[in-house]
């Protein structure tokens, strides 16, 4: 009875719509001992069917409460979400969404192919239980008990899980975290092939490298909002930068921000914070035109660091980095 | 379709997991030879009419059952804190159909413990006729319904930590209380309390070999107002847990 009606969404999904996932205004709060954490503060994404978009942001940034939304675990406090035009859950249950969230052991007392092939049997049009293991490159330790697993290999079975249902839309939550370089190498080529088959992959990170090389676009997340979207070119141009710190009073940021090499210019109380997309031609115009500058540093912006200046918008504090901790992981 | 793959997942993983069998089964087994075996030939427990052997045969079918039913359903607990039941929620799989394999595979573990006791209690001489080992069977699978609905809401209040001493000791305790270790005669501070409770019913069960019914209506009145609570219960847990996160 129900594969049925599933079977008559899919098509209805297949067909119909070309934006895979879309959020409008969605924000969403949690309470915690006596005051609000605003995870995500009402942000607008439309991801086209077969794009793989990196969800990028620093820990706190809201990427988890984002992902959250999308699989339908958390409603939103306002604004809505939507997989394939229609409300997550309702996609979810038609078993078009497949995902590897950021959690602790794999079930127990059952071995690879049995974890595989139970997931496949939930869904209605699912791969070969053979077909997601090679894909995941788990065919040596199919027959394995899924505790007595390597980090890496468990994380391996999880991408397993997410792609056997053959979902249209697949959603990776910090997917390397605790892998090695090589693992993490081999993870992606795996995402790669399953996305070449014209699936929607969105994989939350805060590994810049990661959103470059594998993501077509990013969306950068920072304190719960989207500040950047675009091809991950771009988002690199922006974030792949240095910063110059002084100590110059009494002018204007503005002023500061049209200076050759500069992106933008931050004040901070005597304080002044330039990222720079050229900081040698930078730091020449501001000692040519601001010789009394001094307690000079400049350094490679972190991604961290780089979200916060890029953040620290005027209609917020003065610093974004002074806000309380946002997330919850 | 996909109810039935996961139910059947979870009967082929619980089955596996030696530890649990071990105890789950070993620990009445032990008990009852511990209990029985050297008092074979009472016929007269404490004035209750009832055998010995038959008597810590249906008290053990009755602990034993009770806690594999209300520990399968609060091992929920373990697969909320290992984020399994998250990842269940990205599929088609309803809640309920996650629920009913939890229950079928603890009434599947209260079943073997009742064939490993019956056999038992055979071997030390209880003997009754077909229909009243039927009618007894399916009273102690009536009794034990409300546990699976306590197994359930267990499984959302619970923690990881807190789930073996919480289970540990209300089995316990329970089976005290309702006098799975000495009959509890008919009136009294124990029965008083005892009467009210389903696993008072689900040891009365053995009252069967008097002749009669072994429950009087007020046993059906228990066991189905308890089975209501605990369900409304469980349901209120699972929604308050779902809604956090």
Known sequence: MRSRRSRGIVAGMQTEHTIGVELRGAAKSYRTAGSVVRAVRGI??????????????????GKSTTVDMVLGLISPDAGTVSLLGAPPRKTVAAGLVGAMLQTGALIRDVTVRELVAMMAALHPHPLGVNEALDLAGLADIADRRTHKLSGGQAQRVRFAAAVVPDPAILILDEPTVGMDVEARRAFWQSVRAFAARGKTVIFATHYLEEADAYADRAILMSHGRVVADGPTSEIRARVGTRTIRATL????????????????????????????????????????????????????????????????????????????????? | MSSLAYTRFELRRTFRSRRLLAFTFGFPLILYFVLAAPNQNEHNFNGSGISIPLYYMVGLVAFGAMTALISSGARIALERTDGWTRQLRITPLKPSAYFRAKVVTGYAIAGATIVVLYASGISLGVSLGAGRWLEMT????????????????????????????????????????????????????????????????????????????????????????????????????????????
């Open chain 1, 44 to 61: 607008d994404v439309s991801i086209d069917r077969g794009e793989t978009v990196a969800l990028l942001g620093p820990n706190g940034a």
């Open chain 1, 249 to 329: 009073p009494e002018v204007d940021a503005t002023e500061l921000a049209a200076l050759p090499g500069v992106n933008a210019a931050d004040r901070r109380g005597e304080a002044i914070v330039l990222i720079c997309a050229d900081s040698d031609a930078a730091i020449r115009a501001l000692l040519d035109t601001h010789p009394d500058v001094h307690g000079i540093e400049i350094a490679s912006a972190g991604l961290e660091d780089a979200f916060i200046e890029l953040t620290a918008d005027p209609g917020d504090d003065t610093s974004a980095a002074a806000e309380p901790q946002e997330v919850l992981a």
């Open chain 2, 138 to 245: 399916g009273l102690i699978l009536v009794a034990l319904v409300p546990f699976a609905a306590l197994g359930i809401f267990l499984g959302h209040v619970l923690t990881a930590d807190s789930l073996g001493p919480a289970v540990g000791g209300l089995t316990s305790l329970l089976a005290l209380v309702s006098g799975t270790w000495f009959p509890l005669g008919s009136h009294g501070f124990l029965y008083d309390i005892a009467q009210f409770l389903p696993s008072y019913w689900l040891v009365r069960a053995s009252h069967v070999s008097l002749g009669g019914h072994a429950w009087t209506a007020g046993g059906w009145i228990v066991v189905a107002a308890w089975t209501l609570v605990l369900a409304v219960l469980a349901r209120y847990a699972y929604l308050r847990d779902t809604a956090r996160v």
